[in-house]
């Protein structure tokens, strides 16, 4: 159905309390080409709405990478049972979309959008590092923490392939290479971030609806909400801008796939699951 299956991610936290404060880091020396992280957790960089107690209290925030003018929405995702895969029935199903397991999901933040260029490359390209060396920006106190963690080799042709930078998708990563830069994120903003699993990411996909798609069983609405072979010009298009679905999430259909915490099995045992990462896992999630 969706021609365009190249690599994205978004990044999802879980619900957390507040964590008090590190002393000052104390880095030491190593030969490595990146440096020893401190002891303990890096600092929180305070985010309004960014913390909840219990999920009555879980709002939709907006984070920053310190250091930079880089942003990204979060929206918190209600906890809930919903059937993972397609019914048998149903029109254009693979087989790999089956056998349909009942799972039941806690609450957790969701990335609004796929993650972009332009926060990627930031982690990528070790711009932030680029910007304090050049004295643009002051240090942050996340700083020893974040630039311990290993950045990708610096590609030999454009990842964007030409595509488009400012505001497109960040594609052409490897799944390790995504869960380095959640938690190269999560250094830099003391927030827990991760890929969420394939049951999270399909719970939150279908938004509480059971028909094929999140706003109908009707493809003549999908180019309302999907970039697709018919409209996409065959290449990826800026995020936001189809119709969310019905949690305001964006690009849940069509654009580009996006990589997910746990790994492909071929077995699975139909069971209600507590623990999202415990059936049915495949890597990459083709919308």
């Not at 240090?139 to 311990?148: E, L, V």
């Not at 964007?160 to 290479?177: L, R, S, V, W």
């Not at 909400?225 to 990826?236: G, K, L, P, S, V």
């Amino acid at each position: 159905m969706f021609s365009l299956t190249l690599f994205g991610l978004f990044a999802c936290v879980n619900l957390q309390e507040p964590t008090p404060d590190p002393a000052p880091a104390q880095v030491q020396e190593s030969d490595s080409v990146y440096p020893e992280a401190p002891a303990g957790p890096p600092p929180v960089y305070p985010i309004e709405r960014s913390v909840a107690k219990n999920p009555e209290e879980m709002k939709a925030y907006r984070d920053v990478i310190q250091g930079t003018n880089v942003g990204f929405d979060m929206l918190p995702i209600p906890a809930g049972n919903f059937l993972m895969g397609s019914p048998e029935g149903e029109e254009d199903r693979k087989e790999d979309e089956g056998p349909q397991v009942e799972f039941s999901v806690a609450p957790f933040w969701m990335g609004k959008c796929e993650v972009t260029w332009d926060e990627y490359q930031v982690f990528q390209f070790k711009l932030d590092q680029q910007l304090r060396e050049k004295g643009a920006v002051k240090p942050g106190p996340s700083d020893p923490w974040a630039d311990a963690v290993s950045r990708p080799t610096p590609p030999y042709v454009p990842t964007d392939f030409n595509m488009g930078i400012e505001g497109y998708p960040a594609i052409c990563m490897t799944q390790f290479a995504a869960k380095q830069y959640c938690k190269w994120l999560s250094h830099k903003t003391g927030r827990f971030y991760r890929l969420p699993t394939e049951v999270e990411w399909e719970y939150a996909c279908r938004a509480g609806t059971t028909t094929a798609f999140s706003f109908s069983d009707d493809t003549d609405e999908l180019e309302d909400y999907a970039w697709f072979f018919d409209n996409a010009d065959d290449q990826y298009q800026k995020v936001g801008t189809k119709k969310p679905n019905p949690w305001g999430l964006y690009d849940m259909h069509g654009n580009v796939a996006e990589w997910v915490l746990d790994a492909s099995l071929e077995m699975v045992t139909p069971v209600l699951c507590h623990s999202p990462a415990r059936v049915r896992h495949r890597s990459l999630v083709n919308r």
